[in-house]
Antibody
């Protein structure tokens, strides 16, 4: 069974940093691109960024709203995806989901999400 | 960036109704569109990809159509478990974008 479990969310002050993790199981993690998607309270879904697999040189893509502040990385040996968030703003407050990316076939598995609250 | 406009944003319907949600893209995205269902407090669930292909395990009352800039999600006979918010997503180009969502509520 495919499972994605996010962790690392919490309360952080504006300007602070936080690192989210996503632990994957039930599939060959190294064979898949992975993405982060967020959802502000009561709002819609916003794509954050993509981590491509080794065959695509582990390259990344980011939404303009987080580019230069957020960094996506992965450790295939640990079946884990990460989101390093720096210079956090109040508008980054959201539930952050990791998702398995089947490229143009959509995001077929999602984690349960982890809440990040940026507030003083 | 490609903008996706969903309509309506809110829909009130009864069990057994046929429901259609539209997603319009600001530019041609070929057939690279997916639909998701999200229930309160839960992660989104993939329903349809490449505009019209049903994800494994999704009931056949869900269907998708369209290409280019106009797409539809149809639920042929609304069931109690279908009351949720539905999102479209374009996978044609970066940044990947989602529509604003359509909330389907019980009439």
């Amino acid at each position: 069974e495919v499972q994605l479990v996010e962790s690392g969310g919490g309360l952080v002050q504006p300007g602070g940093s936080l690192r989210l993790s996503c632990a994957a199981s039930g599939f060959t993690f190294s064979d898949h691109h992975m993405d982060w998607v967020r959802q502000a309270p009561g709002k819609g879904l916003e794509w954050v960024g993509r981590s491509r697999k080794k065959g695509n040189r582990y390259t990344t893509e980011y939404a303009a709203s987080v580019k230069g502040r957020f960094t996506i990385s992965r450790d295939d040996s640990k079946n884990s995806l990460y989101l390093q968030m720096n210079s956090l703003k109040t508008e980054d407050t959201a539930v952050y989901y990791c998702a398995r990316d089947s490229m143009r076939y959509g995001f077929d598995y999602w984690g349960q999400g982890t809440l990040v609250t940026v507030s003083s | 960036d490609i903008q996706l406009t969903q309509s309506p944003s809110f829909l009130s319907a009864s069990v057994g109704d046929r429901v259609t949600i539209t997603c319009r893209a600001s530019q041609d995205i070929s057939s690279y569109l997916a639909w998701y269902q999200q229930k309160p407090g839960k992660a989104p669930k993939l329903l349809i990809y490449i505009a019209s292909t049903l994800q494994s395990g999704v009931p056949s009352r869900f269907s998708g159509s369209g290409s280019g800039t106009e797409f539809t999600l149809t639920i042929s006979s609304l069931q109690p478990e279908d009351f949720a918010t539905y999102y479209c997503q374009q996978l044609n180009s970066y940044p990947l974008t989602f529509g604003g969502g359509t909330k389907v509520e019980i009439k």
